[in-house]
């Protein structure tokens, strides 16, 4: 084997070779590659007599999940082998939009007489891919992010029933193997019934695991987050980064993670994949969360929306339309403009500043850096042995029942009217109890007539809906929209199919009220209606919502 150290290679651009080798290709060992290995970049090039552009292939380290080394079952076969797994932006055939697609790299060393000395040749080469490939920076809005904790061991919570119910076979068809790729072990949890998951979460040894993974609707993650806030220990519980796969109908929060990571626009498992990608790359970042409070019940949190009228109605009427998968939403929304209802009621809301929605809170300006170990892991660190694509061995088989339910939370703790009773959680400080009198420098919508209320602290409402194109994850800040009464069918029609693609703040529609506020207060004048909170349908009647910034950390990739 012809290894060698040079600092230039005119064949791979200005970045200098720190490995390089001449392999066999597996499944073909006739067709031989030299390999080069830079900070940046494996450059594969066929050694045939054809001119070398079209027998070179560069793959960028930031696309590669992992590496690993092994050897075959077969004893007389001498040789060593090196898999690189890699995830690269590609254009689909005769499609328009890009998306991450699988391209797999092994090469067969046998240069050496001892099998040993193969296998250690190829574990060099694999542990310098994967350190490479985890030294690559990634910056965010000029903040550099943070990074899980390597060796790193993973919860993963299934909804067996979520959108079309086929969120298993999708963990079967690539999340399993991605995570494997990656050299992450995984203990699989199938959520059984309502609930499951919040409860799992309240009374789980959290130092078992780097991070709690969400392979659902939008509905697990807000059992998950709830869930942790209710630990005594809930300042550290909260801080335990979170990942979200997209399993379910809405999907919303992973559409907007591939948002903000700067791809372009996908969907299903186009999008699942762009998320899985995400998730093995273990980069973490701030999201805000919202307190929300009703009437008589105990105070909840949310991490994507709060919705009164128009959306509220079709998120919950179109779950019988949930074998369609996301375009539930598109059926309920026609189905609902047939018969366009008013909603009467009372709100207000506190201002963002301009200051305070611009400025980066001190804990985004420290650097988040964990230490990256790119050494193997050991036997003993692993939950799920690894495989090239082998079942994961340490999960909890539950029988399969749906935990999403359009029933009202009910719970036996005392309800309080008071936000300032001392609940688990953060505290506060900018709303007064439901039944006092609002602040002086709170702002009263003049109108009582609305066609929807709206508020959003991410990018997005659905796969295709992206209802607050400049939401970030932890801007501090939540984005209100309503719409006053008055609007036509056709009006209201045009206005979702502009948010498809963000644009329909400048469609100008006069009826359409955006603004950024830190709290709100909505108080419904009818005795019946429908009020959600992260798409689950909550007690109805006044509630009030103010946004804590950067309260967990959220894996973006």
């Known amino acids: 084997m012809d290894q060698r150290r040079a600092e230039t290679d005119c064949n791979t651009g200005n970045s200098p070779v720190t490995l390089y080798g001449e392999f066999t290709v597996t499944g073909n060992r006739k067709v031989r590659c030299a390999v080069s290995l830079t900070e940046r970049d494996l450059v594969v090039q066929r050694l045939t007599s054809a001119p070398v552009g079209r027998n070179k292939v560069v793959l960028s380290l930031k696309d590669c999940v992992g590496c690993r080394a092994y050897r075959e079952d077969d004893n007389a076969d001498q040789a060593a082998y090196v898999s690189a797994y890699f995830y690269p932006l590609k254009r689909r055939w005769m499609s328009s939009g890009v998306s991450r697609q699988r391209v797999e790299h092994c090469f067969r060393l046998a240069a050496l007489q001892d099998p040993r000395a193969n296998l250690e040749e190829a574990e060099k080469w694999a542990r310098a891919v994967r350190e490479r490939a985890g030294r690559q920076q990634y910056l965010r809005d000029g903040v550099l992010m943070g990074e899980l904790s390597r060796p790193c061991r993973m919860m993963l919570l299934v909804n067996p029933q979520s959108g079309k119910g086929q969120a298993l076979t999708l963990y079967n068809n690539h999340i399993q193997r991605m995570l494997n790729e990656a050299g992450v072990p995984h203990t699989l949890v199938i959520t059984e019934r309502q609930n499951h998951a919040r409860e799992l979460v309240k009374e789980a040894d959290l130092s078992q695991w780097s991070a709690l993974v969400i392979m659902s609707g939008d509905g697990l993650l807000h059992e998950v987050i709830n869930g942790l806030l209710e630990r005594p220990d809930w300042e550290d519980a909260i801080q335990t980064p979170l990942g979200i796969l997209p399993g379910g109908s809405g999907n919303a929060l992973a559409a907007s993670i591939h948002h903000y990571s700067g791809a372009s626009p996908v969907s299903s498992e186009d999008l699942l994949v762009s998320c899985g990608f995400l998730l093995c790359k273990g980069l973490v970042s701030h999201m805000d969360l919202v307190s929300v409070h009703l009437s008589s019940s105990p105070r909840l949190f949310s991490f994507l929306s709060l919705a009164w009228g128009f959306v509220a109605d079709v998120d919950v009427e179109s779950e019988k339309y949930r074998h369609v998968g996301a375009a539930r939403f598109t059926v309920g929304t026609l189905v609902r403009l047939a018969s366009l209802r008013v909603y009467k009621g009372k709100l207000a809301y506190l ?88 602040p002086s420098d709170w702002v009263v919508v003049q109108e009582e007539d609305f066609v929807l209320m709206l508020a959003m602290y991410q990018s997005h409402l659905a796969e295709d809906l992206l209802a607050a194109p400049d939401a970030t994850l932890d801007d501090g800040v939540i984005h209100l929209f309503y719409v006053r009464a008055g609007i036509s069918r056709t009006a209201l029609l045009r206005l979702f199919l502009a948010m498809e693609k963000g644009t329909h703040l400048a469609t100008n529609c006069q009826h359409l009220v955006h603004t950024k506020v830190r709290a709100l207060r909505l108080e419904p004048y009818s005795p019946k209606g429908i009020i959600t909170v992260d798409g689950e349908v909550v007690e109805y009647g006044p509630v009030q919502a103010e946004v804590h910034r950067g309260l967990t950390r959220l894996i973006t990739g």
């Open 351 to 438: 201002p963002a500043t301009k200051d305070y929605s611009n400025e980066r809170g001190l804990r985004n300006n420290k650097t988040l850096h964990c230490n990256y170990q790119a050494s193997s892991l050991s036997p003993a660190s692993l939950l799920c042995r690894q495989s090239r694509d082998s079942p994961c061995k340490n999960t909890f088989h539950n029988s399969c029942h749906s935990n999403n339910s359009l029933k009202v939370r009910r719970r036996e703790s005392t309800p309080s009217k008071s936000a300032t009773k001392a609940v688990p959680g953060p505290s506060d400080s900018l709303l007064l109890p439901l039944e006092q009198p609002l």
